[in-house]
């Protein structure tokens, strides 16, 4: 147990911005959390055991999950982190409006009509006022100082022309509602971001499986992050995650990072039509926390809501374990944006109800892998072998 506190106060620690700040969610809930001031103590022989090797650390330390859950709780409260949202207080609290947008977005075409007539910000503009729009965010793009763009800049002499196209600055543009100038704010950090997840050589590479990720292919042998083949009925992408796959051998985090962020620039350019948006699956059934990676989840929470061309819509997570429900998932709770909150569904139904819990959303069967009870047999290798075929024939 001691050892455990020491690790995850250790892994906590990142748990603040770039200053120093906390992260600190503005609704919390309570109820989870053990009232107690009894604070474990620490050694030095066990400080220096955290980092002994793992077949000894598992031998030696025969902690079940009930002890494992109530110690980890205790921890969360002595490592100051923050209380953690109350999705029910926090969904009663939205305005019709939100609402109105939020399930938009989870039900897509299977939205109730009258909500439909609500949506605020995704218009049906017609190709002059798409236009106007576009050039209004390159007139912004161009008024942000060279000195907070440098490395877009460098992106646009060194790519190519399509990473700049009417077409690729309208999906930002969607992402932001069509705002152009939170469009163009979107745009530069999304350079910025790639710049620091890729590295000053690969960011203005092709983003292609013999460019830019040719280092990262066993990252996405993995399958933690998968596209799936088919849309959902409402023609958006279907992103397939199983945190399991994440063992932490072969690869580190940071090629992680960058498989998924391929897989998600797949997933944007394959969408035929630019408004629509992203759905997660999650099957998180054989999920541990021991392949909980919380730098990994902040990179790919912040991405989403703050820079990535497409616009994540809906997160279905399904067959979450008990422990996971209970310690992981309120602190990856903490770190998602209020939108990305209210627009994720845990369902917590028998695994044999899954299928019809996700067809109400208008996911099926055809649609899903075989994990969900559908027909997709998937084969990360296969997806990679089509992907390098693909991207053969575009050059």
């Known amino acids: 147990q001691q050892q455990f506190l020491g690790c995850a106060l250790a892994q906590f620690d990142s748990h603040s911005d770039d200053d120093g700040h906390r992260n ?17 103590t620490i050694n030095e022989s066990a400080d220096q055991n955290m980092y002994a090797d793992e077949t000894t650390e598992s031998e030696s330390i025969p902690i079940n999950d009930e002890d494992l859950e109530e110690f980890f709780l205790s921890v969360l409260q002595l490592s100051g982190l923050p209380r953690f949202t109350n999705h029910a207080e926090e969904r009663a609290n939205m305005t019709d409006g939100e609402k109105a947008a939020a399930l938009s977005d989870m039900f897509g075409k299977y939205c109730n009509v009258d909500i439909q007539k609500s949506k605020r910000t995704r218009r049906d503009l017609d190709p002059e006022s798409i236009a106007f729009l576009i050039k209004r965010m390159r007139d912004e793009i161009e008024g942000i100082p060279k000195s907070n763009k440098q490395a877009l800049l460098e992106a646009q002499e060194n790519c190519g022309e399509e990473e700049f196209s009417d077409e690729r600055l309208e999906r930002f543009l969607r992402c932001e509602g069509m705002d152009a100038q939170l469009a163009a704010k979107r745009f530069v950090r999304y350079w910025d971001k790639r710049r620091h997840v890729f590295g000053s050589e690969k960011y203005i590479m092709k983003m292609t499986l013999s460019e830019a990720l040719c280092d990262d292919l066993p990252a996405l042998q993995a399958g933690w992050v998968q596209l799936l083949p088919e849309v959902d009925t409402s023609g958006r992408q279907l992103l397939y ?46 999920s541990t926390v021991w392949e909980y990676d919380h730098w990994l989840y902040k990179q790919l929470l912040e991405f989403e809501a703050s820079c990535w061309p497409c616009r994540f819509d809906c997160y279905h997570v399904c067959c979450t374990p008990k422990f996971i429900e209970r ?31 996700l067809s109400e959303y208008g996911i099926t069967g055809d649609m899903l892998p075989t994990e969900f009870g559908g027909s997709i047999q998937l084969n990360p290798s296969e997806w990679i072998a089509h992907r390098r075929a693909m991207e053969m024939e575009e050059i």
Do not use: M
């Open 327 to 357: 310690v992981v998932v309120p602190i990856v709770s903490a770190l998602q944006s209020k939108r990305c909150r209210t627009r994720s569904v845990w369902h917590d139904v028998p695994e044999h109800e899954i299928l019809s819990a």
């Open 24 to 40: 600190t969610p503005s609704v919390f809930n309570t109820k989870e959390l053990p009232e107690t001031d009894e604070i474990p």
């Open 241 to 286: 995650f199983e945190p399991a796959r994440h063992k932490k051998q072969g690869y580190t985090s940071e090629s992680l990072l960058r498989a998924a962020w391929y897989v998600i620039e797949v997933a944007s350019r394959a969408n035929k039509d630019i408004d629509s948006g992203v759905v997660e699956l999650v099957w998180d059934k054989h």
